[in-house]
């Protein structure tokens, strides 16, 4: 099992910035692929970002650009760094993680966090 942890949520003005962090435990050989994925109220869970374990990076369109997703394997950390944030950004962001590549902008994680709320103000 994995155990994933968001924090660094929160409420920002539109044009601002914040950064999300997970941190991993449990059978971390699990997590050769984190990802953020976000979901507003009464959508469906979009992906946002995701890393493999030696740094490949993808993004969704509308994050590109903004958003920078980086890891720390030694400490078992995954950072979202966004920037130039806009309300359209409102969601809980959820950390998840898998064994492989394949499908990595798909939902198919084999574990997930809780959220974190971020919410940006117009």
């Known amino acids: 099992q994995v155990q994933l942890v968001e924090s660094g949520g929160g409420l920002v003005q539109a044009g601002g910035s914040l950064r999300l962090s997970c941190t991993a435990s449990?059978?971390?050989?699990?997590?050769?692929?984190m990802g953020w994925f976000r979901q507003a109220p009464g959508a469906d869970r979009d992906f946002v970002a995701g890393?493999?374990?030696?740094?490949?990076?993808f993004y969704a369109d509308s994050v590109k650009g903004r958003f920078t997703i980086s890891r720390d394997n030694a400490k078992n950390l995954v950072y979202l760094q966004m920037n130039s944030l806009n309300p359209e950004d409102t969601a809980v962001y959820y950390c998840?993680?898998?064994?492989?590549?394949?499908?990595?902008?798909?939902?198919?994680?084999?574990?997930w966090g809780q959220g974190t709320q971020v919410t940006v103000s117009s």
């Open positions: 890393i493999s374990r030696s740094g490949s990076t």
């Open positions: 449990g059978r971390t050989e699990s997590t050769y692929v």
């Open positions: 998840a993680a898998k064994r492989t590549i394949l499908g990595v902008r798909s939902p198919a994680y084999d574990y």
